[in-house]
C-alpha cells in the first residue's frame, strides 16, 4: 500500500531534549516536505527536499534540522525543543517531474507536546 | 495577508446544497492544489490545477483558476454531511529560488447538516 508514515505519532519532551520525528514514503517521490499545523494559522512549511541531499527553508525553519540522505525518508529533527514547537506535524511526498510538483500525499500526523 | 487565503473562514450549509470556497494568493505559481482534511488527520488531495488550466472537474468538485485575479474557487455540488471537514488550497510558486515552496491557505471549515 502507497503511504507516508510518521512515528512516533504522540510524543510529550520536556524543553530541550532533542528529538526526532522520523518520516518515510514508500513510493519512489523525488519531493518530501515537512508541515507545522497550528489553530488559526493552517499549515506552514518547515523544509522541504527535492531530492537526496536536496533540502530548503519553508517559511518557519527556525529551530528544526532535516536530512535527506536516502530518498525514502525524511527525518525532521529538534536539537533543542521549546513550547512554542508544541504543534500538529505532517510529512508529505510527493513526485516531481518537468510540469513541477503533483500531488502531495500526507502521513497521519504527529502531535508533538513540549512542556 | 498570507499567500493562499481562503475565504470564507467557515461555510455552514444543508445538505444537498452547493458549496463554493474562495482562495487567493500573491505571487506567481505553478500549480495551485485543494486538499481536504477531517479533524485532526491527514490531508487527502483532492483536485490540482496547473496555472496554464482554467477549470477541473472530479466528480462533485469543480474547480476554477484566475491567474490574472489571482484566485481559484472550489465548488463542491450536491453536498452531504461527509463533506464535513476543513478545506485547504495551497499553491505551488513558479520557479526562481522558491521553487518547491508549497504555502497553504488557513483553511475553510465546511459543515454540512443533514
Known amino acids: 500500500e502507497a503511504q507516508v508514515t510518521q512515528n512516533p505519532r504522540y510524543l510529550i519532551t520536556v524543553t530541550g531534549k532533542k528529538l526526532t520525528v522520523t518520516c518515510s514514503q514508500n513510493m519512489n517521490h523525488e519531493y518530501m516536505s515537512w508541515y507545522r499545523q497550528d489553530p488559526g494559522l493552517g499549515l506552514r512549511q518547515i523544509y522541504y527536499?527535492?531530492?537526496?541531499?536536496?533540502?530548503d527553508k519553508g517559511d518557519v525553519p527556525e529551530g528544526y534540522k532535516v536530512s535527506r540522505k536516502e530518498k525514502r525518508n525524511f527525518p525532521l529533527i529538534l536539537e533543542s525543543p521549546s513550547p512554542n514547537q508544541t504543534s500538529l506535524y505532517f510529512c508529505?511526498?510527493?513526485?516531481?517531474?518537468?510540469?513541477?510538483?503533483?500531488?502531495?500525499?500526507f502521513g497521519p500526523g504527529t502531535r508533538l507536546t513540549v512542556t | 495577508s498570507q499567500q493562499g487565503e481562503e475565504d470564507p473562514q467557515a461555510l455552514s450549509i444543508q445538505e444537498g446544497e452547493n458549496a463554493t470556497m474562495n482562495c487567493s494568493y500573491k505571487t506567481s505559481i505553478n500549480n495551485l492544489q485543494w486538499y481536504r482534511q477531517n479533524s485532526g488527520r491527514g490531508l487527502v488531495h483532492l483536485i490540482l490545477?496547473?496555472?496554464?488550466?482554467r477549470e477541473k472537474h472530479s466528480g462533485r468538485l469543480r474547480v476554477t483558476l484566475d491567474t490574472s485575479k489571482k484566485s481559484s474557487s472550489l465548488l463542491i455540488t450536491a453536498s452531504r454531511a461527509a463533506d464535513t471537514a476543513s478545506y485547504f488550497c495551497?499553491?505551488?510558486?513558479?520557479?526562481?529560488?522558491?521553487?518547491?515552496?508549497?504555502?497553504f491557505g488557513q483553511g475553510t471549515i465546511l459543515t454540512v447538516h443533514p
Open positions: 527536499s527535492m531530492n537526496v541531499e536536496v533540502t
Open positions: 508529505a511526498s510527493s513526485l516531481s517531474g518537468r510540469q513541477g510538483l503533483y500531488e502531495q500525499y
Open positions: 495551497a499553491t505551488l510558486n513558479a520557479g526562481g529560488t522558491s521553487y518547491g515552496k508549497l504555502t
Open positions: 490545477i496547473r496555472s496554464n488550466e
